[in-house]
């Protein structure tokens, strides 16, 4: 039973700020990679920021650097992103992910984020 639950997601006028959160279970939460990823309408899904197991390691896409910001709280079993200085183009789903290897990959369903122009 496996869970990566999304949560957070909402309207945000730009310049805004939001943070999402992904509640997980089902799995040793602290032994994986987790990320954030985004897919906008007709767009393909991009990495928006992930962070190694024991948080001390984090990435960014290029077109959120310095406006998000990944975290996580392995007591919890939480991965999260805050969200600052929103743009419309960051109107997207936005999926939680965990990677414990290769060939061990969970998916969140989602959670929406707009930003009207």
């Known amino acids: 039973q496996v869970q990566l639950v999304e949560s957070g997601g909402g309207l945000v006028q730009p310049g805004g700020s939001l943070r999402l959160s992904c509640a997980a279970s089902?799995?040793?939460?602290?032994?994986?990679?987790m990320s954030w990823y985004r897919q906008a309408p007709g767009k393909e899904r991009e990495l928006v920021a992930g962070?190694?197991?024991?948080?001390?390691?984090?990435t960014y896409g290029a077109s959120v650097k310095g406006r998000f910001t990944i975290s996580r709280d392995n007591a919890k079993n939480t991965v999260y992103l805050q969200m600052n200085s929103l743009k419309p183009e960051d109107t997207a789903v936005y999926y939680c992910?965990?990677?414990?290897?290769?060939?061990?990959?969970?998916w969140g369903q989602g959670t929406q984020v707009t930003v009207p122009s």
């Open positions: 962070i190694t197991s024991g948080g001390g390691t984090t």
């Open positions: 992910k965990a990677v414990g290897s290769i060939s061990v990959v969970y």
């Open positions: 089902g799995f040793t939460f602290s032994s994986y990679v």
